[in-house]
């Protein structure tokens, strides 16, 4: 199975860029459609993107839709989120998360796998 590590959190400043990575390792990682959640605080976890198998199709939410470019690299078994113009409100711990299942879903429960997270903090 497929153990997941992400990296590239930190501290900025609203406006500034951050590009989120998560590693993959095990597994045949271009069976998996690949999606990246975040959690703030006392709130529930939420979609932010997600991306086919193949890396042909994307979705993202409404609040990042615009800012927030997912992409992935099957050959070295990555998969990015660059994340434009933060707001204070993309504070969170990010989570990258893979499903075996076809097609895209941003429904949390229904991905096999989790990364431990990487926190982003957007001051204002």
């Known amino acids: 199975q497929v153990q997941l590590v992400e990296s590239g959190g930190g501290l900025v400043q609203a406006g500034d860029s951050l590009r989120l990575s998560c590693a993959a390792s095990?597994?045949?990682?271009?069976?998996?459609?690949m999606g990246w959640f975040r959690q703030a605080p006392g709130k529930e976890r939420e979609f932010v993107a997600a991306?086919?198998?193949?890396?042909?199709?994307?979705y993202y939410s409404d609040s990042v839709k615009g800012r927030f470019t997912i992409s992935r690299d099957n050959a070295k078994k990555m998969v990015y989120l660059q994340m434009n113009s933060l707001k204070p409100e993309d504070t969170a711990v990010y989570y990258c998360?893979?499903?075996?299942?076809?097609?895209?879903?941003?429904?949390?429960?229904?991905?096999?796998?989790w990364g431990q997270g990487t926190q982003v903090t957007v001051s204002s």
């Open positions: 095990g597994g045949t990682f271009n069976s998996y459609t």
């Open positions: 991306i086919t198998k193949s890396g042909g199709g994307t």
């Open positions: 998360a893979a499903d075996s299942a076809d097609g895209l879903t941003t429904r949390s429960r229904l991905y096999d796998h």
